[in-house]
């Protein structure tokens, strides 16, 4: 689902090669994975936010492809995304974003990790707090209101109840920083509100919960302003195009 979207196989499928050439070399950037998957869009959103060229090779978790041999030396734990640039390989979405806004500073938009320290450290002190009290409660809805039901079994509903409770009183915290600034880290779009975007639209879109943002007054103007950018329409269209094969 997040960044451990995995599905089990068998060790015959897994075993077989996974071509990682799929596409031509238009671009020196690489991000492997799956564009619904919300980490992948992640980085999708960020590379597109800086205006940066890249391939998208997409990894077939249904299949297995990402525990295959040839993806486990990029991805040891056999998780989405890779991000690759020249000679380097990165994964965990937002370690690649905030490499991705420091390598091309100049390009795109030049305020998303900040211009100076002060601007930098509120960025990444809303990107912690996104990471560690708004996605994990995030998570456990997106998976017991979205993906249980597809899986036939019994969903939780006390464990939806207090992961509920627990998102509430972080959108409490988020609705007094928005009456005070227009987004997180301040005035500015910045990573610390993109990296909110893809747990929230499975929330909204998928989960029917889109009023734990609209009950809100700016929580929910946040949401119209950060879901409505060029760069996550163009998230949501690559998530919505026909998935390419492997040749």
């Not at 015959?12 to 992948?40: C, D, F, H, W």
């Not at 490499?99 to 509120?122: H, M, V, W």
Request: hydrophobic fraction near 35%; include cysteine; charge should be neutral.
């Amino acid at each position: 689902m997040v960044e451990n979207e995995t599905q089990k196989q068998t060790e015959q499928e897994r075993s077989k090669p996974i071509n990682l050439s799929i596409l031509p070399m238009a671009s020196t950037v690489k991000v492997y994975g799956p564009p619904n998957s919300a980490a992948v869009s992640r980085v999708l959103a960020c590379l597109l936010e800086k205006d940066v060229q890249f391939q998208l090779i997409p990894i077939n978790l249904v299949r297995g492809e990402q525990k295959k041999p040839d993806y486990l030396k990029l991805q040891p734990f056999g998780q989405v995304p890779v991000f690759q640039d020249e000679s380097i390989t990165l994964f965990e979405s937002r370690a690649i974003c905030r490499y991705i806004c420091d390598k091309y500073t100049n390009q795109g938009n030049k305020r998303l990790f900040g211009t100076n320290p002060l601007e930098k450290a509120s960025i990444d002190q809303w990107l912690e707090v996104e990471g560690q009290n708004f996605n994990p409660p995030t998570s456990v809805l997106v998976f017991q209101l979205a993906f249980v039901p597809r899986m036939k079994i019994q969903q939780d509903e006390n464990l939806i109840k207090q992961n509920e409770e627990k998102l509430g009183k972080v959108l409490d915290v988020y609705e007094n920083r928005l009456g005070e600034s227009r987004y997180l880290a301040g005035d500015e779009f910045t990573l610390a509100d993109l990296s909110h975007l893809p747990m929230s639209r499975y929330l909204v879109n998928a989960c029917g919960r889109g009023e734990l943002f609209t009950s809100r007054k700016n929580v929910g103007r946040w949401w119209d302003e950060i879901s409505t950018r060029e760069t996550w329409k163009k998230v949501n269209e690559m998530q919505n195009s026909p998935p390419r094969q492997n040749a």
